[in-house]
């Protein structure tokens, strides 16, 4: 166990249509990173997070949004959805502050499984 | 865009071999990490290399980086079966990058 919660863990819904992915980190883990996962394929990252502010943006469609709450939670919403956004969805956390030297280990989620009909 | 691609993609080898996975990327890093993902699961650290090392072990793995040709290498020893899963090399500089990882079998 990660210490890393993501919910929910399957969600199936329709084109159009908007969700939202939750991550709680681990405790005391300032930073967290969303990530997409298609069918047998690496980890594209999306965005980051530490301590509620954007740290950097990776390939996020501008239908999908982030942000991290004042309790560190975060959520990932994605709207307008389309066939292609069925995927893994992960969620990792790490203490450190996500720039230059200090990125160490990553905490992953089990992740959420989109399916989009 | 991903950082690191790994090579080979898949990679099928027999209990008790040695499996030797490579990672090459683009730009400066400051250090790179490799974890291991279960069909479906979320990812597991297992080792990370700063840019001023060239070696690192824990237990049977082995990792070595070579900043100047922008490759690392993640060598298991003595295989097992339970060691069957992709594995993925992370490159960081101001945020993390994955490669597309290598799908090694292990055969019993």
């Known amino acids: 166990d990660s210490g890393v919660t993501q919910t929910p863990k399957h969600l199936i819904t329709a084109t159009g249509q908007r969700v939202t992915l939750r991550c709680s980190p681990r405790s005391g883990d300032l930073s967290v990173y969303w990530y997409q996962q298609s069918l047998d394929q690496g980890l594209q990252f999306l965005i980051q997070?530490?301590?509620?502010?954007?740290?950097a943006k990776g390939n996020i469609l501008e239908r999908f949004s982030a942000q991290q709450f004042p309790d560190l939670h975060s959520e990932l919403n994605l709207s307008s959805l389309e066939l292609g956004d069925s995927a893994l969805y992960f969620c990792?956390?790490?203490?450190?502050?996500?720039?230059?030297?200090?990125?160490?280990?990553?905490?992953f989620g089990e992740g959420s499984r989109l399916t989009v009909l | 865009s991903q950082q690191g691609e790994e090579d080979p993609q898949a990679l099928s080898i027999q209990e008790g071999e040695n499996a030797t996975m490579n990672c090459s990327y683009k730009t400066s890093i400051n250090n790179l990490q490799w974890y291991r993902q279960n069909s479906g699961r979320g990812l597991v650290h297992l080792i990370l290399i700063r840019s001023n090392e060239r070696e690192k072990h824990s237990g049977r793995l082995r990792v070595t980086l070579d900043t100047s040709k922008k490759s690392s290498s993640l060598l298991i020893t003595a295989s097992r079966a339970a060691d069957t899963a992709s594995y993925f090399c992370a490159t960081v500089l101001n945020d993390m990058r994955f490669g597309a990882g290598t799908r090694l079998t292990v055969k019993p």
């Open positions: 990792a956390s790490s203490v450190d502050y996500g720039q230059t030297a200090n990125t160490g280990e990553l905490f």
């Open positions: 997070y530490y301590n509620g502010e954007e740290r």
